[in-house]
Structure formats: structure tokens, C-alpha cells
């Protein structure tokens, strides 16, 4: 039995929008592609464009940096959402002097009354070194909190290492 909300961490280039996408493919519903990046680079530009290539027509794809709320209330349960990234969706209210806590009830407020079945993809920051400036640490115990409440209303966590999933929490289809 599928899972109805999935949260899938992992480092970066490890994998796991690749699995993500998978999983949301095997649900075989109509597919929603939440994408909350915003393109400010040509290095960013050409992340977005593999990920935009490795999906086909079948993805409805709705560009949202900022308030996922709208997009998750307008799903039914017939279909299923990836939203790709919580770190991205964070990083852009940091940068926008946004009220984090305030923000952050209002997406897991949305996730839980959402029609549709859920992936949520995120970026494990814990694992390195203490950054070395304020904000860095600010995002990264922001984040860090992200996850955890991510991790605590999903009734599957998975961490993908290397492109293998490890499962945290639930379990696999």
C-alpha cells in the first residue's frame, strides 16, 4: 500500500528527487510537480532544466516559491503532489525576512488537510561542520526544525544516500 504523505531527506546531488519522482510515478495517478526554487542564476537555470527534462507530459508542473497553501488545498485525493524543495521553499522566506514559525505552521497546516497524497523532498544541513556566520546557522537550526516536523506528520521518512533509500520512519511500498 502506498504511503499518503512521504518525506524523503537526503544531501545534496544524493539522489533523492530522482527516487522521489519515482515513488510519485508509481502511484499511477495524475502526478503535480510542486517546484519551489526560483531561478536567480545560470547555475540554478541548468539544475532546473535537468530536473524539468527527466520529467514527461504526464506532470503538471506549478512553479510556487513562496505559498504552497493555495496549490495543495486546490488537490483531490485522485491525485498525487511532489514538492521539491522544503529546503528551497525555506531558503526563499529566510531570504524574504519572513516569520519562519509562522510559515512553517502554515505548510504543515496545508500538508495535513491536503486532499492529494504527499512527497515532500528536503536537504539534510546537519551534517557538516558549525557554519561560520549567523545567518548560516540561523538557516541551518531553521531547517533542522523543518525536517524534524516534516519527518514527524509523514507517515513515511526516507533518507536516500548514494541514490539508495534507507527508511527512517514507515515503510516502503
Given at each position: 500500500m502506498l504511503p499518503r504523505s512521504?518525506?524523503?531527506?537526503?544531501g545534496?546531488?544524493?539522489g533523492k528527487s530522482i527516487w522521489a519522482e519515482g515513488l510519485v510515478e508509481s502511484y499511477n495517478l495524475?502526478?503535480?510537480?510542486?517546484?519551489t526554487g526560483q531561478v536567480f542564476d545560470d547555475e540554478v537555470e541548468a539544475r532546473v532544466k535537468i530536473h524539468k527534462n527527466r520529467r514527461?507530459?504526464?506532470?503538471?508542473t506549478v512553479e510556487e516559491p513562496f505559498d504552497l497553501a493555495p496549490t495543495l488545498a486546490s488537490l483531490s485525493d485522485k491525485q498525487v503532489v511532489l514538492?521539491?524543495?522544503a529546503t528551497m521553499w525555506l531558503t526563499n522566506h529566510l531570504m524574504n525576512d519572513a516569520n519562519l514559525e509562522i510559515e512553517q505552521a502554515r505548510l504543515l497546516n496545508a500538508l495535513q488537510t491536503c486532499a492529494a497524497s504527499w512527497v515532500i523532498v528536503s536537504n539534510e544541513v546537519g551534517h557538516g561542520i558549525v557554519p561560520d556566520n549567523a545567518m548560516a546557522r540561523s538557516f541551518r537550526e531553521a531547517q533542522g526544525r523543518l525536517n524534524i516536523t516534516l519527518a514527524a506528520q509523514a507517515e513515511l521518512a526516507v533518507q536516500?544516500?548514494?541514490?539508495?533509500?534507507?527508511?527512517?520512519?514507515?515503510r516502503l511500498p
Open positions: 512521504t518525506f524523503v531527506l537526503g545534496a546531488a544524493s495524475p502526478m503535480v510537480y510542486l517546484a514527461n507530459l504526464r506532470w503538471q514538492i521539491d524543495c536516500v544516500i548514494a541514490g539508495l533509500p534507507q527508511v527512517l520512519k514507515g
